[in-house]
């Protein structure tokens, strides 16, 4: 499977964004889905995952209550709403994809990346 994300942009705080993540194939579906980021200096981290049929999801600390992830089968895609965002969220934002039955929250668990997009919050 191949992925794009896209979505990304510049963004004061308290704003939102809503990132896409475009997959190719007719697998989609069964896959799990994850987002990850990085920070300017900062090793890549677990956001949030999504199982193939989207009734599961988790969520790193950092983004509950303000990341909703959620995934569109019909149309190839995977999202994550962010809301409230904060200068810390700046970072290149990664889609992945999983053939694993969990929701994997390590690089290791995925095995297909998207190239990242780029999420800036100005205070």
């Known amino acids: 499977v191949q992925l794009q994300a896209s979505g990304g942009g510049l963004v004061q705080a308290g704003g939102s964004l809503r990132l896409s993540c475009a997959a190719s194939?007719?697998?989609?579906?069964?896959?799990?889905m994850g987002w990850f980021r990085q920070g300017p200096g900062k090793e890549r981290e677990f956001v949030a995952a999504?199982?193939?049929?989207?009734?599961?999801?988790y969520y790193a600390n950092s983004g509950k209550g303000r990341f909703t992830i959620s995934r569109d089968n019909a149309k190839n895609t995977m999202y994550l709403q962010m809301n409230t965002l904060k200068p810390e969220d700046t970072a290149v934002y990664y889609c992945?994809?999983?053939?694993?039955?969990?929701?994997?929250?390590?690089?290791?668990?995925?095995?297909?990346w998207g190239h990242g997009t780029l999420v800036t919050v100005s205070s």
């Open positions: 992945a994809a999983s053939s694993k039955t969990f929701l994997g929250v390590t690089l290791n668990d995925y095995g297909y």
């Open positions: 194939g007719r697998t989609f579906s069964s896959y799990v």
């Open positions: 999504i199982s193939w049929s989207g009734s599961r999801t």
